[in-house]
């Protein structure tokens, strides 16, 4: 019913810049909250920035001053800008969005993107 797509990532020097973008398609009647989570081997998915529909957003302490998440909701996309890239920032990306489908109005559910890969490397 709701699919999410990432595109963007890949292999970036320390310092470098990445941009991410999502797509949510399918039967959509609203978008809450969209945002990025990240996994990196070993370690527990973390939230790594979020928009909500109001617009306010949400960084986790070591993204700040660095990422900037910003959406457009006339295309349920929502885009996640990255620079000054650090290895610790190497992770599998996900986007992730509250959603209720035109089944469902009342009902929002979580969806994830199948994951992008960001990888930073000297």
């Known amino acids: 019913q709701v699919q999410l797509v990432e595109s963007g990532g890949g292999s970036v020097q320390p310092g470098g810049s990445l941009r991410l973008a999502c797509e949510a398609s399918?039967?959509?009647?609203?978008?809450?909250?969209m945002g990025w989570y990240r996994q990196a081997p070993g370690k527990k998915r973390e939230m790594v920035a979020i928009?909500?529909?109001?617009?306010?957003?949400h960084y986790v302490d070591s993204v700040k001053g660095r990422f900037t998440t910003s959406r457009d909701n006339a295309k349920n996309m929502v885009i996640l800008q990255m620079s000054s890239l650090k290895p610790e920032d190497t992770a599998l990306y996900y986007c992730?969005?509250?959603?209720?489908?035109?089944?469902?109005?009342?009902?929002?559910?979580?969806?994830w993107g199948q994951g992008t890969q960001v990888t930073v490397s000297s």
């Open positions: 399918g039967s959509i009647s609203n978008i809450d909250t």
């Open positions: 928009v909500i529909s109001d617009g306010r957003t």
């Open positions: 992730y969005a509250i959603i209720s489908t035109i089944q469902s109005p009342r009902v929002p559910e979580t969806y």
